[in-house]
Nanobody
Framework: QVQLVESGGGLVQPGGSLRLSCAASAVSGRIYDIESMGWYRQAPGKQRVSVAMFANNGIINYDDSVKGRFTISRDNLKNSVYLQMNSLKPEDTAVYYC??????????????WGQGTQVTVRS
């Protein structure tokens, strides 16, 4: 079993910045590999959608709505992923979830979600 612990959400004015962090840790044993890590978000009344994902092979994918404003980074030694969010807009308001896919802790690989962190952008 793996836990994803997020931090960094909050309330910010339009045009402001926030940085989200997510660290993966094994409840028992250790994490040998994580294929990809990233962020999803879910606004009230809407489906959860991918914001940015960072794969082991270095490929990064952003949703079109955040390109040029958000930057994802990853620290494999710390099993962590970060999301720098600049030029925030009210439409970025959502619960942001950390997601890790292909997490290898033994003989199998599984996917995990964080608990979510609220980001609110308003004047």
């Amino acid at each position: 079993q793996v836990q994803l612990v997020e931090s960094g959400g909050g309330l910010v004015q339009p045009g402001g910045s926030l940085r989200l962090s997510c660290a993966a840790s094994a409840v028992s044993g250790r994490i040998y590999d994580i294929e990809s890590m990233g962020w999803y978000r879910q606004a009230p009344g809407k489906q959860r959608v991918s914001v940015a994902m960072f794969a082991n092979n270095g490929i990064i994918n952003y949703d079109d709505s955040v390109k040029g404003r958000f930057t994802i980074s990853r620290d494999n030694l710390k099993n962590s992923v970060y999301l720098q969010m600049n030029s925030l807009k009210p439409e970025d308001t959502a619960v942001y979830y950390c997601f890790a896919a292909g997490v290898v802790t033994g003989s199998q690989a599984s996917s995990y979600w964080g608990q979510g962190t609220q980001v609110t952008v308003r004047s």
